[in-house]
């Protein structure tokens, strides 16, 4: 929906795109497309022009795809959000994987071609602040980064509550909620490797120079938030689940919370500056919120079933942090929405749509039947310690693909030139099934 603005850290607060992002359920940066490069005259002197055209095809691929797909991405309430000029948003991941490979062939430990191109990205949502850097490894970073929103984006997609032609109330059904588990899961695992297998490549100078979007704070914020929602999806299906006891969906909450805090952790010292990174920090706050109106009022069902001491004084106060947490949730909406740039007030759906109903229901009607075990109790002001679990929903495993074959025959090539095939065979150096290889 909206971007961290892509620029280098010391260079935010300049112009950018704003306006109505539309309406959301997850939040989606620009997506970062690439701008077209010439391989050519940085790498004619060290490859071979099939591999150099090789990898200039699929990049250029990618840069003509994003260009269509870019503002599709960002606009679920589209008919068209996931096909636009023919290409889909899976032919443009499906691109990414596919150049991926052949990518890291420039990366390879020792290769003298890591630093030899310049790469340029720009966010679609501040055309004119480009990020251009002579680093192999930032490439890598930034297909991980795109291949990551392009995710974030299907699941926002499938969480926007569609209208029905049967009349009923726009709705969200069990088979988008379950696919955008793990869609969520897919992106949380993108991340996860660019923070743990790519930034640790970048030297230091490197690292201040790349963008806003790209700060380890804000894909770890990202990953995190994506397990998050996951988890809030879970929750919203163990409630519509007449088996589901009170102590999974505590617990469901509870994981939920711990998410949320782990994003609003690793945003909260960091300088994003701009609209949509104080857009970002607001969507945090309102789903931690969210989150821990839920946690403490299955926390506060559950005491209030107990007979230990105290136990229904703390479950009253537990109820009532709920229902505090709930209306900090709805301002906390409001101010996201209302936040440049502007956007819908989404309609409630999934768990909150069953809890904001309850929360303040049970918390009055709790309270009033049991007003006499209450006067016997003091009510503590601060409600008591949510239980704390471990946390169960991980990013999808993902790993760096293996270097395309395609750069074991170019090294094959350099070691042996075609030049010096036919004295090699005679030599012995080659077999006859290695010089056909090689001259093709």
Not at 17 to 37: M, Q, Y
Not at 182 to 193: E, P, R, S
Not at 319 to 338: I, N, R, V, W, Y
Request: with cysteine; proline share 5%; hydrophobic share 35%.
């Amino acid at each position: 929906m909206g971007c961290f603005i892509s620029k280098s850290i010391d260079e935010r607060g300049t112009k950018k795109k704003s306006g109505n992002g539309g309406e959301i359920a997850v939040f989606v940066p620009g997506l970062r497309t690439p701008k077209t490069i010439d391989f050519g005259r940085s790498l004619h002197s060290y490859l071979s022009p099939d591999l150099i055209d090789r990898i200039s095809a699929l990049r250029t691929r990618i840069v003509v795809m994003a260009a269509g797909e870019g503002s599709a991405a960002t606009k679920p309430r589209r008919k068209t959000a996931t096909q636009h000029g023919g290409s889909t948003l899976a032919d443009l991941q499906q691109a990414l994987e596919d150049y991926l490979p052949v990518l890291l062939g420039l990366t390879k430990e020792g290769s003298q071609y890591k630093d030899l191109v310049e790469f340029i990205w720009v966010n679609q949502e501040d055309d004119e602040q480009e990020t251009a850097i002579s680093n192999a490894w930032y490439e890598v970073l930034s297909v991980l980064h795109m291949m990551a929103m392009l995710s974030l984006s299907q699941a926002n997609f499938l969480l926007i509550p569609k209208a029905h032609s049967d009349g009923y109330q726009p709705k969200v059904t069990e088979e988008n909620k379950k696919g955008a588990i793990n869609i969520f899961l897919k992106a949380a695992g993108y991340l996860d490797c660019a923070v743990r297998c790519v930034l640790p490549q970048l030297p230091d100078e490197i690292k201040r120079k790349l963008p806003a979007d790209l700060n380890e704070g804000v894909l770890q914020a990202l990953a995190v938030q994506a397990l998050g929602q996951g988890v809030d999806i879970q929750l919203g299906l163990a409630i519509d689940n007449a088996k589901a006891t009170l102590a999974v969906k505590r617990r469901l909450a509870c994981e939920e919370v711990k998410y949320w805090h782990q994003a609003q952790e690793s945003t909260s010292n960091l300088p994003l500056g701009g609209d949509w990174g104080v857009k970002h920090q607001l969507f945090i706050k309102w789903k931690h919120s969210e989150a821990k109106a839920a946690a403490y009022y299955y926390h506060g069902l559950i005491l209030d079933e107990g007979n230990a001491e105290n136990t229904h004084a703390n479950a009253v106060s537990s109820l009532q942090a709920a229902e505090q947490f709930l209306k900090d949730s709805k301002k906390a909406c409001t101010d996201f929405c209302q936040a440049t740039p502007t956007t819908s007030v989404p309609p409630l759906w999934g768990a909150m749509k069953y809890l904001s109903e309850k929360i303040p229901k049970d918390s009055s009607s709790k309270a009033h039947m049991n007003r006499d075990v209450y006067s016997r109790e003091k009510v503590p002001e601060t409600p008591p310690k949510l239980p704390d679990f471990s946390v169960a929903l991980k990013p999808a495993e993902y790993d760096l693909p293996p270097i395309d074959h395609r750069w074991r025959a170019e090294v094959d090539m350099q070691q042996y030139p075609v030049s010096s095939l036919e004295e090699n065979k005679r030599e012995g150096k080659l077999e006859l099934f290695q010089i056909d290889q090689l001259k093709k």
